[in-house]
């Protein structure tokens, strides 16, 4: 893999796109300088009385993550619209997602304790408030869902990534339950939704950080596509559980759903889960991807909402 790592670096696509992709990576460090210097002032502002709550971190998050993807060129898209609290539940596909998600609503977010160490990210996640969570030693997370029971209850948005890791889009992975515990002991709402990346050069499983990928490389290669567009969609109402694994097994449903109505190029296959419930209302899912040619706009949405409310009630 390391060999394959250095093919990738040594490729005449990322050298071909090397202008394109310096300037972005310059003005991904500048502008997190920028953000950087912006957390500190607050603290200072705070003048030690206290430290940041996780609204104020979050709100600082939304401001910094919309103004970075726009200095790097990456459009970010919404289908509905994100809760104003509650628990997200999404698919989980690059570093890229904190700011997607983070650039339309001021949220927190658990995440796997390795994004601590990622080079800027992680720096960039903590000053976040970013909950992180062990996936190999389930008792040492408690003081992680004791943070996601506070933030609930201080009605911030909470971003979870059951899955535990990140993939190449081509499926999605199944949902850990636990991290569903504090959303059904608050009563507060969970939102399915799902993202997904798309590019005029490259495809999505190449955009998604997965596998043994070496983050410098994949940091350089990604900055260096034309046309980089990350697509989320929101479930449009969000859901009460009265159990966990009852929660994660129905939002996984609701998530692969999701990624197949999002088709096209950003998407690749139709998620497995969801062929049946788009076979029973007439679209085979060959033509999952070409809903929005098939349809018009307004046509599409009520087909997706159809679908999506059976799938629920199921």
Not at 143 to 171: C, I, K, N, R, Y
């Amino acid at each position: 893999m390391q060999a394959m790592s250095t093919v990738q670096t040594m490729s005449p696509l990322l050298w071909r796109n090397l202008p394109r992709s310096g300037i972005r990576t310059t003005m991904l460090g500048a502008t997190l300088a920028e953000v950087a210097a912006s957390f500190g002032m607050r603290c200072v502002w705070l003048g030690g009385t206290r430290a940041m709550t996780a609204r104020e971190r979050a709100n600082w998050l939304q401001a910094g993550a919309s103004t970075m993807l726009r200095r790097i060129g990456i459009e970010v898209v919404a289908d509905g619209h994100p809760p104003l609290h509650g628990l997200v539940v999404s698919n989980h596909l690059s570093y890229l997602d904190v700011l997607a998600y983070a650039s339309l609503s001021p949220c927190v977010f658990v995440a796997k304790q390795e994004v601590r160490g990622w080079p800027v990210f992680g720096r960039f996640a903590t000053m976040a408030g970013t909950i992180y969570v062990d996936r190999r030693r389930g008792a040492a997370n408690d003081h992680a869902v004791a943070l996601m029971d506070e933030a609930l209850a201080a009605g911030v948005t909470v971003v979870l990534f059951p899955e535990g890791t990140s993939s190449d889009g081509a499926q999605v992975l199944g949902f850990h339950s636990r991290f569903f515990e504090p959303a059904i002991r608050a009563n507060a709402m969970v939102t399915a939704a799902a993202i997904g990346y798309a590019s005029s050069t490259a495809a999505e499983a190449a955009l998604a950080y997965h596998g043994e990928d070496v983050f410098g490389t994949h940091l350089v290669r990604t900055l260096g596509q034309r046309d980089l567009k990350a697509r989320v969609m929101f479930a449009a109402e969000g859901k009460r559980y009265g159990d966990r694994k009852q929660a994660a097994h129905a939002t996984q449903g609701e998530v692969e759903l999701l990624r197949s109505v999002l088709g096209g190029q950003a998407c690749g296959q139709v998620a497995h889960g969801a062929v049946h419930e788009l076979a029973t209302h007439g679209l085979a899912p060959a033509d999952a991807d070409g809903i929005a040619q098939r349809f018009s706009r307004a046509q599409a949405e009520e087909k997706r909402h159809s679908v999506y409310a059976e799938c629920r009630d199921a």
